[in-house]
Structure formats: C-alpha cells, structure tokens
C-alpha cells in the first residue's frame, strides 16, 4: 500500500512557568475553535496551562500541526532600546518585558529573530542583559 508524507507545520510553544505560550495564524477555521479557549484576543497569542499540552498538541496533529515545546527561550529573544520604532518586531512578540532602558521581546520563530536582527534588534544572548523572560 503507497505511503504519503505530509509536511507538518511547526510551531514553537515557549514554557513560562506552568503555561506554554505560542502564536500562529490558523488559516481553517475549525482549528481555531478548536483551541478558541486558549485565545489571549488582547495578546494575540495561545496560553496553554502544561496540563492540557499533550491534549492540545494531540489535537494540532490532526490538523498537521507540530507544537515544539521549547524551554529554552534565549534563542528566540531579542532586545531592542526603549523608543526604539519596534512595531515590526512586536507584531511578532509572544512576550515582551521592559528592563533598564531596554524592551526585550520573545518572538514566535526563528524567522522572526532574523528579521528583527536585519533590522537592528540584539539577540538577547549577545546583549548586556543577563535577563530572563
């Protein structure tokens, strides 16, 4: 019997304590009800108590979706100066905290890291800043 693989779309789930935090635009509506109860609308972004992770990332398969849980946040954090045009990179921020002058942002991905670099934000781990998120 053929076999088929299907390309899963990755999505990178940030622990901050008991709570993973991910944001991603879900084109099908009946995924986004889905997981509707985990929707911050004043955030833009999925908190998910670590109870529910493996019921929620179960559900996200089916949909051909791969929740990567990450524990590591540092690679995905950038800092920029406070007044700073930053609203490219906050339309990408999962997170954001302010310390000593500086905005440090959590992105959603990788790709968003290397766009916010491009455009003159810090990686967090080559700043000054010895800061958690």
Sequence with gaps: M???????TKIPAFKVEDTYLFKHYFD???????????????KYRFEIPASDYTKVQ?????YFYELQREDDLTPYC?????GTDYADILRNAVLTKE?????????KDNLSVEQAVEHGAIRLAESTLNEDI
């Design 2 to 8: 053929p076999t088929f693989e299907v390309d899963t």
């Design 78 to 82: 950038v800092v920029v100066e406070k």
């Design 28 to 42: 099908e509506e009946d995924v986004f009800t889905l997981l509707q109860e985990y929707y911050l609308q004043d």
């Design 99 to 107: 310390r000593s002058g500086h905005l440090i942002f959590l992105l």
């Design 58 to 62: 179960q559900q996200l398969e089916n």
